[in-house]
């Protein structure tokens, strides 16, 4: 069973303290809008997806109490104005990650249609709201396991492999499973993918300073879900892949992203452009996993991205149960100073990888690969219907499945120079369909 970071029904919220990872297991009430953005800014919840589901059903656990207690006005105005209020004090919880931002949007116009209808109350507006978070919250889902086929599949078709058995490793950052996103994980989705269907050699992650998400929290995911896996510390991933590239078959860096730019710059935690650089020294594929709902179109490239500074005291110190002889003692919690006081840190959250250093972005619709301009364009994957095009720069490498743009896949020829990687992939679905986890597409009243 994946990991559950987000336990919702209708008027309850309750997330996973990732603080208290990976040696406390703790879920913490989520009962407004305040305690969603203090679990966001302290990052007991964090991950770009997992940031916007949770501030999405905090408004929408808050709207559902207040009609409990007969608190809701009955003026669909009033509750209009009263949720783009909200939905704009949450978006300043974390400024990089696009995600958030994209979601308060739609829910805006959600609650914008609801009040343009005839009859309309306040209480009509909260419905229409609550129902549209649920819904983001069941879509996530999918959208992370589709991620993970087509992550998979252009593995598979397009990485060289040496292993005999056709077994893969690959190289992760950061945490991108289930704990920073309603479940299954975007660049782990596609590790999952990958073992559920027996092509998983080793998934190696790092540590990721200085919050340690790697260590922490994906070591914590790759262990409840029994994935082969191998923890390094970033200084390490150079010698890794100089080492242990061709006898472990690492064929790929897979990573999750917090913005994408128009043209395909990403930002992602910070040591994600270092990785990219190794990748293409080494000869590796450097993958972005990311929702669609993760590109953001209104900024042409990553230098209009706002990148998050964080306090210095994450570098200097570092917070833990006391470990004495390899026995981890979790009622005394320390916090160690790693430096000196009194000293200079540089502490941003983000750095921004360059899109020629990327091979393709990863999305439920499929992966952009670049064209021949060696330019991305993401304009297929956010039309209704993606139909395969020869001879279009920067296409869908593999094609939405029907459960996505309402039809079945169409086969088209492969035409690998031009960037198109359509068809004659290996199929996981089925595979995948044996260990997907299901979730509720309606909630309980």
Request: hydrophobic share 40%; glycine share 6%; net charge negative.
């Amino acid at each position: 069973m994946v990991l559950e970071a987000i336990k919702y029904s209708r008027g309850s919220l309750e997330i996973l303290n990732q603080l208290q990872l990976p040696h406390e297991t703790y879920y913490d009430d989520i009962d407004d809008c305040r305690d969603a953005w203090r679990a966001i800014k302290d990052m007991r919840v964090r991950g770009a997806p997992a940031i916007a589901i949770v501030a999405a059903l905090a408004l929408a656990v808050e709207l559902t109490t207040l009609q409990q207690k007969k608190k809701l006005p009955s003026v669909a105005e009033e509750v209009k104005t009263f949720v783009e209020e909200k939905l704009d004090y949450l978006q300043k919880s974390r400024p990089t990650a696009v995600n958030l931002a994209d979601a308060a949007n739609k829910l805006k116009k959600a609650v914008e249609t609801a009040a343009a209808t005839a009859n309309a109350t306040g209480d009509s507006i909260r419905q229409a709201y609550v129902e549209a978070a649920e819904q983001m919250l069941v879509d996530d889902v999918r959208d992370n396991e589709n991620i993970g086929k087509h992550g998979a599949e252009w593995i598979l078709k397009n990485a060289k492999r040496s292993e005999p058995d056709g077994k893969v490793s690959v190289l992760t950052h950061c945490n991108t499973g289930s704990l920073a996103t309603a479940g299954y994980g975007t660049a782990l989705g596609i590790v999952r993918a990958l073992h559920s269907t027996s092509h998983l050699h080793i998934a190696y992650y790092t540590e990721t300073r200085p919050y340690n998400q790697g260590s922490r929290l994906t070591a914590y995911e790759m262990k409840h879900d029994k994935i082969p896996a191998c923890l390094v510390t970033d200084s390490m991933a150079g010698a890794l892949l100089d080492k242990k590239r061709r006898s472990m078959n690492i064929v790929a860096i897979i990573v999750g992203a917090d913005r994408v730019a128009t043209n395909g710059d990403t930002a992602n935690k910070i040591g994600t452009y270092t990785l990219a650089i190794l990748a293409r020294h080494h000869g590796v594929k450097f993958l972005v996993a990311a929702p669609r709902t993760t590109i953001d179109l209104s900024i042409k490239s990553g230098e209009h991205i706002i990148i998050e500074e964080r306090p210095k005291e994450e570098v200097t110190n570092v917070t833990g149960p006391r470990s004495t002889g390899g026995i981890i003692d979790q009622d005394h919690v320390e916090t160690v100073s790693l430096a000196p006081s009194k000293i200079r840190v540089w502490n941003p959250a983000f750095d921004v990888t360059p899109a020629q250093l990327i091979d393709g972005i990863i999305t439920e619709r499929g992966v952009v690969e670049k064209g021949s301009d060696g330019s991305f364009c993401f304009d297929k994957i956010f039309q209704d219907v993606a139909m395969p095009l020869n001879g279009i720069e920067g296409h869908i490498a593999v094609e939405a499945d029907s459960s996505i743009n309402g039809h079945d896949n169409a086969v088209a020829n492969d035409t690998a120079e031009d960037g198109i990687v359509m068809e004659g992939l290996v199929d996981l679905t089925q595979d995948m369909h044996e260990s997907k986890r299901k979730r509720e597409d309606s909630f309980p009243q």
